[in-house]
Nanobody
Framework: QVQLVESGGGLVQPGGSLRLSCTNS????????IGWVRQAPGKQREGLSC????????YYADSVKGRFTISRDNAKNTVYLQLNSLEPEDTAVYYC????????????WGQGTQVTVSS
């Protein structure tokens, strides 16, 4: 069973940082590729990053490359998304999602965590 739970969102000033976490309250995350997707009000959903389970390969959207870093700690059953140099345009609800492999359609989604970048 897969029940993804995100945490770590909040209000941060421009230029600040946050670390988002994604866990699976229904079992292990280890066998899944985990991605992060965000959706801002009035905008389409945007895929940000993904990390594979088997080889740990990571992928990033151009909009966040160099600012966001995805990682996983299987011992803690957690995938992280480190957000640095945040901009007001990064304000959105951030979701983690699971699939068999990065690039595949996501099968499971969390409930999302709000990130607000504002002074």
């Amino acid at each position: 069973q897969v029940q993804l739970v995100e945490s770590g969102g909040g209000l941060v000033q421009p230029g600040g940082s946050l670390r988002l976490s994604c866990t699976n309250s229904g079992g292990t995350l280890e066998k899944y590729a985990i991605g992060w997707v965000r959706q801002a009000p009035g905008k389409q959903r945007e895929g940000l990053s993904c990390i594979n389970s088997s080889n740990g390969n990571t992928y990033y959207a151009d909009s966040v490359k160099g600012r966001f870093t995805i990682s996983r700690d299987n011992a803690k059953n957690t995938v992280y998304l480190q957000l640095n140099s945040l901009e007001p345009e990064d304000t959105a609800v951030y979701y983690c999602a699971a699939s068999d492999l990065c690039g595949y359609e996501y099968d499971y989604w969390g409930q999302g965590t709000q990130v607000t970048v504002s002074s």
